[in-house]
């Protein structure tokens, strides 16, 4: 089994190795795994085209590690739990035996319809055990899953699923959300109405059974199909570098790119991140409140806790739903040991209801870990008192869809924990801060851009389709580094603090949103000219958006305009993009090349009116007047 570090001793002899031996390292996780043939070399990488490839000539399936690996010693426990949205509805529990014959039906079913190894899958699901099932069964035979966050609209649906070419859809009827009932087929529908000539069947699981269109040409009820298939698949046999899942995210330009994670490297990467981030021992309840659309439920709530053979539980529902004291009472009623959430959550529940953890029984919270975007002082410090209380340290983790894993995290009781601090690298993680002309800044109290110097097994490898992307956008900035995107500093006892992007994306409530994205839905709006979109200090989202929006003629109602671009933003996105604030000007500010200058339009919407910097190069300073005149609070 995986190696866990226990100790800081084991932490700095550990980091050490990993340094000054990788391949070895990494060679030493990667021989607790079942393959079915050994790789013949650990590491081959070049970061300039760039050219990773780790275990290369291993051959395995992540699903036997997952799996069939554990029902000799562990079939019987519990692999998920499953908490309905409402608090009413009893849990669901698999064991591992349960869930590997689940995965066999469905792998049989995706067989049966004609996917093979290779093909892209997409999903577009609620939190149900199902959608782990139907991810596994992807793997089981070597199909590539993508899965879509089911907020996201009819159009982002579409441009995900034609940029894999994706010959299948696995959806449901409808998804619940605290108090809504979402009809998704039909945006799976409409999606696929929109030129998506890839899709041949779309596969569906009946949750609440409400109406729905049905084509018999495509659609396929899951219990018609997967309930009646045998419980034996034999997993397909995928080289360590084939392609495992796609993940769209967003960058600071263009459409969202799709992530690409391959098998060995993240497999072993991901199983050893979670047993020593979150120090998990046999028996454990280990509860990540993510979603599956984002990476932090493909590594956090299936694959590494699956790997380490753990109890992992998936919700269905929102935070609030019923009241803010869900999370709490879900923790006390399951035990949940290890809890992982992330800061708009925290400071949501914080907000309504400072005392409502002290109702609860935490006791057996060991481990609480946050993730998405940087944690504010006040929200570590009511996370640490009111849900830690003293026995379950906070683990700050930072990490990216690009990365696979956690990167840089305390380790709880052997490191230890600075309030809004990521701390320390895990082993095999080696970051730097480069100044803006990518010199490396030596020593600690420094500040810079965040790039990592060497490769870890769950790198990306790609972006889909479109390898040059990767590489500009990752690889290019500065030569033989990955470069993060985030700004961080690092402190006199070497902890690094993630300060935040430093490039056009906004990270909303945990959700990245590229600014450029925003921009191209407000534009499709036909009375707009242009707009430029930046971020600002929100207090529960940490970030809002703000828009400035350039009409062609003089708007008469204000308010139905602004109604009228948040539903473009919604149509062409998702809710999620909605701006905050819409501020309607009649110029941008533009440099003398034509650019808009988003420096002066950051600080109007952050309320710094008087640090606007030299204004006088602008093209048409004169509209600087106007912008802080009609700027919102
Ligand atoms: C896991 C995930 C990645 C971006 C990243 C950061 C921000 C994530 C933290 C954080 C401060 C953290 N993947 N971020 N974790 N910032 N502290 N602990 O979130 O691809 O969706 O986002 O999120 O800016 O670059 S992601």
């Known amino acids: 089994m995986t190696l866990q570090i226990k100790s800081l001793e084991q932490y700095q002899e550990a980091y050490k190795n990993s340094v000054e031996n990788p391949e070895g390292f990494w060679a030493e996780q990667a021989e607790t795994f079942t393959w079915f043939e050994k790789w013949h070399t650990v590491l081959h990488h070049d970061f300039v085209t760039p050219d990773v490839r780790w275990f290369e000539g291993g051959k395995l399936n992540i699903t036997v590690n997952c799996l069939d690996r554990h029902i000799a010693t562990k ?68 199909a590539i899953h993508s899965v879509v966050f089911a907020g996201f609209s ?34 799976v529908d409409e999606a696929i109405s929109m030129g998506c000539a890839s899709v041949e069947k779309v596969l569906v699981y009946k949750t609440t059974g409400g109406k729905v269109n049905w084509n018999s ?18 997993p397909e046999v995928m080289d360590a570098e084939d392609m495992l899942f796609i993940l769209y995210t967003s960058g600071s330009t263009g459409k969202p790119k799709g992530v690409v994670h391959t098998c060995g490297g993240y497999m072993v990467y991901t199983c050893y991140s979670f047993k020593n981030v979150f120090q998990y021992q046999d028996g454990d309840i280990y509860w990540c409140t993510a979603d599956v659309g984002w990476i932090t439920g493909h590594s956090y709530i299936l694959y590494g806790p699956l790997l380490a053979g753990a109890t992992t539980m998936m919700f269905e529902g929102v935070p609030g739903h019923p009241d803010a004291g869900r999370f709490w009472h879900v923790c006390e009623k399951h035990r949940v040991n290890q809890f992982y959430t992330a800061p ?77 601090f990521a701390s320390y690298p895990l082993p095999g993680v080696q970051p730097v801060l480069l100044d803006a002309n990518g010199v490396e800044l030596e020593g600690n109290n420094v500040e810079g851009l965040l790039c990592v110097k060497f490769p870890w097994p ?65 534009d499709q709006h036909s009375g707009v000219v242009e707009s430029a979109v930046v971020g600002y200090p929100h207090d529960i989202k940490g970030q809002g958006i703000y828009a400035y929006v350039k009409p062609h003629h003089e708007v008469v109602d204000a308010e139905h305009f602004r109604r009228e671009i948040l539903a473009v933003v919604t149509k062409h996105i998702g809710p999620i993009a909605k701006p905050d604030k819409i501020q309607i000007v009649t110029q941008l500010p533009k440099t003398r090349s034509g650019k808009i200058m988003r420096r002066i339009l950051r600080k109007i919407a952050e309320g710094q009116t008087d640090q606007l910097g030299d204004t006088s190069t602008l093209l048409n300073p004169e509209c600087v007047e106007e912008l802080k005149a009609g700027a919102l609070e």
């Open 75 to 142: 079939g019987d426990q519990t692999a998920i739990i499953w908490e309905a949205n409402e608090a009413f509805e009893p849990s669901k529990r698999y064991t591992y035996k349960q869930l590997l014959a689940e995965v066999n039906k469905c792998a049989n079913t995706l067989k049966a319809q004609g996917v093979k190894k290779g093909d892209r899958i997409c999903f577009y699901m609620p939190m149900i055990p199902e959608v782990a099932i139907a991810m596994l069964a992807c793997a089981r035979i070597g």
């Open 154 to 187: 009819a159009n982002a649906l579409a441009d995900r699923i034609k940029d894999a070419e994706c010959k299948m859809v696995i959806c449901s009827d409808y998804n619940r959300r605290g108090p809504k009932n979402i009809p998704v087929k039909d945006v």
């Open 217 to 234: 040409n495509i659609d396929i009820w899951w219990h018609e199909t997967v309930d009646t298939m045998s419980d034996q698949c034999e």
């Open 344 to 420: 708009t959550a925290i400071r949501a529940l914080m907000a309504a209801g400072w005392h409502e953890p002290e109702k609860y029984d935490l006791s057996y919270l060991k481990v609480i870990g946050s993730v998405g975007e940087p944690i504010n002082e006040e929200a570590w410090h009511w996370y640490d008192e009111k849900v830690g209380r003293g026995h379950a340290p906070i683990v700050d983790t930072w990490w990216q869809t690009e990365t696979g894993g956690i990167l840089i995290t305390p380790l709880p009781g052997i490191t230890d924990t600075k309030p809004c």
């Open 458 to 522: 769950s790198i990306l490898r790609t972006t889909y389709g479109d390898h040059e992307r990767c590489r500009t956008n990752y690889f290019a900035a500065f030569k033989n580094y990955y470069f993060t995107g985030d700004g961080a500093k690092r402190d006199e006892d070497g902890r690094y603090r993630i300060i935040g992007r430093v490039d056009d994306v906004i990270n909303v409530s945990g959700h990245r949103i590229g600014t450029a994205e925003v921009e191209d839905a407000i």
